[in-house]
């Protein structure tokens, strides 16, 4: 089992740039996928979950190019011209993947199945497999949970659906599967979630109209081709966010190109009203896509109670919020955040058995955390002890004890960290090139 190594590092600085973003990558190989015509995507995340969308797409019949990397063409099939893959869909570790695919298969008229891993095999299904079945699909799920069977629907129906939970997976999936209806599909969020498949499909040319918190697609006869340069991952860059609070030097720390769609970037609100300091420059759109680079400068923080609304706008940011948490003065209260419970794995269990370990003074809540702040120690670096962590495989728990390292006495050992590479392949490597002290190790 892979294992990283955090040895205490007291400052970060340079210039860096994170990989592309995991939701626009994941969508953009669906929706060119069944375009009319060649898309190229830039900027392409080439991660462990965004490659089992690649694979499956490829297994439904379309042809992927990988020219690099970071760079993929992808003839379009159509929206009628999937084929059946012949075999389950394996998912891997991504949520996203099986959520969004189950919208985008439970509209064909072949039969499917989608499986994952360990993890993704506990997570909960229903929560786009009923509002589906209101369409008219066939979607099975197991005690709620995968394998997702889906059986070939004859004609989908357009319905106005309101989500019980803020989730962008759900939307998505419902809009994936709405394309194919007979008559407009609306989805109502009880709260803001990211909006990157409306932006999407509407530069597809399909047409979506909004009002406050719901979103109606009307049926297109095609969506045209995409050309898209992927922004970096807000979420990949929240690490950095909160290294470069704890220990960059006076000039700050660059991260550059970082995509700053709003839907995503409650986690700056929140640092901000904590005292972080967080320049935004140059900033710029990328196709639909807000875009600019983010100056990030040490900053003493203060312990604050997060606002309810901006829970669903930092839901992938909570972990290393947390570690930011555990460095301010005062308390931090999160609550709202049960969605937590659900993810990669129960990031409120994970991290406070973590923050446990590392001698962290905090509460578990059943929708959040409590953090005592240890600010005061903050300056002589040890508001965590040396300990050991389990990530529990869960990649943005082990990437947030890895940044947990620039205040900690001594080494901090990170358990179970394969899954890193699901999201941010090279997470080792740009870690060190801007002064972390992180090595990764294959434990025997
Ligand atoms: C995602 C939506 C969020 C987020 C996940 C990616 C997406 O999940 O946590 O990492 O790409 O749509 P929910 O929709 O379950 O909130």
Request: with cysteine; charged share 20%.
């Amino acid at each position: 089992m892979q294992s990283f190594e955090a040895h205490p590092a007291r400052r970060v600085a340079g210039t860096m740039s994170v990989p592309g973003d995991k939701s626009i990558s994941h969508r953009a190989l669906m929706l060119a996928g069944i375009a009319e015509g060649i898309s190229e995507v830039s900027g392409f995340l080439a991660s462990e979950d965004c490659l089992a969308t690649l694979s499956a797409m490829r297994a439904l019949g379309v042809r992927i190019e990988q020219v690099d990397a970071t760079r993929v063409v992808i003839h379009g099939v159509g929206l009628r011209g999937l084929r059946p893959a012949g075999r389950p869909l394996d998912m891997g570790n991504a949520g996203t993947a099986m959520r969004l695919f189950t919208g985008l298969l439970s509209a064909q008229n072949f039969a499917s199945q989608l499986i994952g891993d360990a993890s993704l095999m506990k997570r909960p299904m229903e929560r786009v497999a009923k509002p589906l079945r209101e369409m008219g699909a066939d979607v099975r799920t197991h005690d709620g949970t995968p394998p997702v069977d889906i059986g070939g629907a004859k004609r989908l129906r357009g319905i106005d659906y309101r989500m019980p939970i803020a989730s962008a997976q759900v939307k998505s999936a419902i809009l994936l599967a709405a394309l194919y209806a007979g008559e407009p599909t609306t989805v109502t969020s009880p709260a803001v979630s990211r909006d990157h498949s409306e932006r999407m499909l509407e530069g597809c040319g399909v047409h979506l109209s909004t009002v406050a918190l719901s979103t109606t697609l009307h049926p297109p006869s095609r969506l045209s081709a995409l050309q898209l340069n992927v922004p970096g991952d807000f979420s990949s860059a929240a690490f950095f966010i909160v290294a470069g609070l704890l220990a960059a030097p006076a000039e700050g720390l660059l991260i550059q190109n970082v995509g700053l769609n709003p839907t995503r970037t409650g986690l700056l609100d929140i640092l901000r009203s904590m005292g972080g300091r967080i320049e935004v420059r140059n900033a710029r759109l990328s196709g639909a896509e807000p875009v600019a680079d983010l100056c990030v400068r040490p900053s003493p923080l203060r312990g604050i109670r997060v606002p309810k609304e901006l829970v669903s706008l930092a839901i992938d940011e909570l972990p290393v919020l947390f570690i930011a948490a555990a460095c301010a003065q005062g308390e931090t209260w999160v609550t709202g955040a049960e969605e937590l419970r659900v993810k990669e794995s129960d990031r409120i269990a994970a991290m406070s058995a973590g923050l446990s370990a590392l001698n962290v003074v905090h509460s578990p809540l059943p929708d959040g955390m409590r953090i005592e702040g240890r600010s005061s120690e903050a300056q002589s670096g040890n508001v965590f002890s040396a300990g050991e962590v389990d990530s529990c495989g869960d990649h943005r728990i082990a990437m947030s004890f890895a940044i947990a390292s620039l205040r900690a006495a001594g080494p901090i050992s990170i358990r179970d960290v394969a899954n890193v590479a699901t999201s941010f392949p090279g997470f080792v490597g740009l870690a060190r090139s801007v002064g972390l002290a992180l090595e990764a190790e294959a434990a025997v």
